[in-house]
Structures are given as C-alpha cells and as structure tokens.
C-alpha cells in the first residue's frame, strides 16, 4: 500500500532508475539510496544503484562527505547517509514542534475509532503527513511523508481541493473525465464538485474503494481560527469494518478531533503561515 514516490530520477521506458543530469542530481540521488537503504553501501553498490560510472560516483561521495551528508566506515569502506541528512530538522524546528503538540490528540482519537489516524498537513498546494498513530492490526495507506497520488483518488487530496481556486483545480486535475485507480474513484467533475460541497456541509468526506478496493478513508479538514483549511485527519481502515453507521460516527469524532486540534497544537497557524510565506502575527 506504498504511494509511489516522486525521486529526483527520470524514469526510463522500462522502468529503469536513471540519474538527472546535473551534478545535484545525482547527488540527491545518491543520498537518497542510502536513506532508503538503512545499511552502510559499498561504492561497488552505490555505483550499480545509480547506473553511474566509479569514479563519478567517488567524486560524489567525497563532496556529499564534506558537506556532511555521507559518512564512511573506514573499516569495510562502505558509505551510509549521516544524520545530517536522515533527520535534518532540529529538534526545535517548528514541525517537530507541532508534531509533539498534535501526538497525544492523535493517540486518544486513534483509540476513539478503533482505526489508523493520521494528520496531514497542507504545505502550499502539497500534503504533508506529519504524524499518523496505527492501532495494532490496522492498515496504514503511506510510509512516505510527501504523498504524491492523484488528489481526486484520495479523501487528504479532496480535502486539499477544497483549499483551491477553480483555475486551480483545473491545472491539478484537467478537464476530466479523471483518471480511475479503484472502483469507488469519482471521475466526473460534477460529482465531485458535489462531494466537496457535501464535505463543506457535512465537515467530513467519506472515500470508499478509491484508491484501493477493500480500503475506505474518512477525512475532516482542520481549520484556524478563521476558518482557512490548514490541513486534515483521516481515518482508514478495512471497508468491511467502515460501513454506515459507523462511516457517520467516526466522520463526525474527526469533525470534532478537528475543532479541538488548533488547541491542542497552538503552532499549528505558526507552521502553516510560516510555510505558505504569511508573516506570524504572534
């Protein structure tokens, strides 16, 4: 149930990884394997990986070594990415921050639904899953922090375009019909246009068989105190066990889960207004 991730390749015909032109781009990507390795790599290794040439890689390593975000066992000579580069944010960062903030809220509603929780917040016209809380035996829809799925597909991507003009909307989406991934994808403009609106009304969205058969996500969007949309709560789990009545009851926990979240996390407008480019008025 990974989302498929955007890497800093180009992605050839047949699906091989191949590095971006550029010097940085080969970099990040070097970076990034090892991030996702979770293990030192040889140069043999890194080298294969990347489908660059030994010695292009090894000049790549030595600058990502003095910019400290390769390390090197000098023991078996192979590399692994530094904490420089596996945690960047400081401790006080404001998202690090506003995680703690948000994680007893998240816990208590994940043991309200009986499902996996998860906050998402909007970074401009992006997501950020900046905290999820699984309840043992439950599902979880992402491993990674910037999902990039097609926003109609999912209820944290609806919820995202309600943030947006219609212009907007238009350039993220197209003219529709929208492309179909699970048999409860909506595809036609119109409904859901409806479904946003309904969402509006109702203060949560359900999304069934969407982007996965068998898997349902409900979502509230979380507002400030002027009701700008700064992000969302979702809930997913197993369709057979989110049907009717139970839909409703956790739709309307989120909703207020959601009214309580600016309170329990007072930075939650700092962040948001900090990374949309808005002064902080506090």
Not at 50 to 70: F, N, P
Not at 174 to 197: I, M, N, R, S
Not at 240 to 245: E, F, I, N, T, V
Request: hydrophobic share 40%; net charge positive; charged share 20%.
């Amino acid at each position: 149930m990974r989302a498929r991730r955007r890497n800093v390749v180009a992605i050839a015909d047949n699906g091989a990884d191949k590095p971006l032109g550029s010097a940085l781009g080969r970099g990040l990507r070097i970076v990034e394997i090892l991030i996702e390795a979770q293990m030192p790599l040889s140069l043999t290794a890194i080298a294969a990986s990347t489908g660059l040439e030994t010695s292009t890689c090894l000049r790549l390593l030595r600058t990502l070594e003095q910019a400290s975000y390769v390390l090197k066992d000098d023991a078996t000579r192979h590399y692994f990415a530094s904490p420089r580069a596996l945690a960047p944010l400081s401790l006080n960062h404001i998202l690090n921050v506003i995680r703690r903030e948000i994680q007893p809220g998240l816990l208590h509603l994940r043991d309200l639904v009986r499902e996996t929780v998860l906050f998402v917040l909007f970074v401009r016209n992006e997501r950020l899953i900046l905290e999820i809380a699984q309840l043992p035996g439950s599902i979880t829809p992402y491993y990674d922090t910037w999902p990039h799925d097609e926003l109609h597909k999912v209820a944290s991507g609806k919820i995202l375009l309600m943030t947006l003009s219609e212009p907007e909307r238009f350039a993220r989406l197209g003219p529709g019909p929208y492309a179909a991934c699970g048999p409860g994808t909506v595809t036609d403009p119109e409904e859901l246009q409806q479904e946003l609106l309904r969402c509006e009304k109702d203060g949560y969205l359900i999304a069934e068989d969407a982007l996965l058969r068998g898997v349902t996500a409900i979502g509230a969007p979380v507002r400030s105190h002027t009701k700008q949309i700064l992000g969302c709560l979702i809930a997913t789990g197993y369709g057979s066990r989110l049907q009717g009545a139970i839909q409703q009851q956790i739709g309307r926990q989120l909703v207020s889960a959601a009214e309580m979240l600016t309170l329990q996390a007072p930075s939650l407008q700092q962040v948001t207004n900090t990374l949309r480019g808005i002064p902080s008025t506090t």
